[in-house]
């Protein structure tokens, strides 16, 4: 079974720091691109980082400056450093990897991690 799992979401103060990590497991082929994306109550989903197999780098304008996209291929794993955090990144962050893998080529999502931004 191929699955994404994230973790490092909760509950932080604004202008604090939180760390995410998604990794994939299972019998897979090959990972392309990894990205991040999140909900908030309300809203459609956001693209907020993806990084390539490669390296190559883009965020969202909201996340400029403040968030960093980064991957290890050794590990499957891909991370998302978030720092001087908002209320308004109060959101489900949801990981998503292009693979190939046993069970098909496409995109797979992790299950999500809630990540709270309030004083």
């Known amino acids: 079974q191929v699955q994404l799992v994230e973790s490092g979401g909760g509950l932080v103060q604004p202008g604090g720091s939180l760390r995410l990590s998604c990794a994939a497991s299972g019998s897979i082929f090959s990972i392309n691109a990894m990205s991040w994306y999140r909900q908030a109550p309300g809203k459609e989903r956001e693209l907020v980082a993806a990084?390539?197999?490669?390296?190559?780098?883009n965020y969202a304008d909201s996340v400029k400056g403040r968030f960093t996209i980064s991957r290890d291929n050794a590990k499957n794993t891909v991370y998302l450093q978030m720092n001087s955090l908002k209320p308004e990144d109060t959101a489900v962050y949801y990981c998503?990897?292009?693979?190939?893998?046993?069970?098909?080529?496409?995109?797979?999502w992790g299950q999500g991690t809630q990540v709270t931004v309030s004083s």
């Open positions: 998503k990897s292009v693979m190939a893998a046993v069970t098909g080529s496409g995109d797979y």
């Open positions: 990084i390539s197999s490669g390296g190559s780098k």
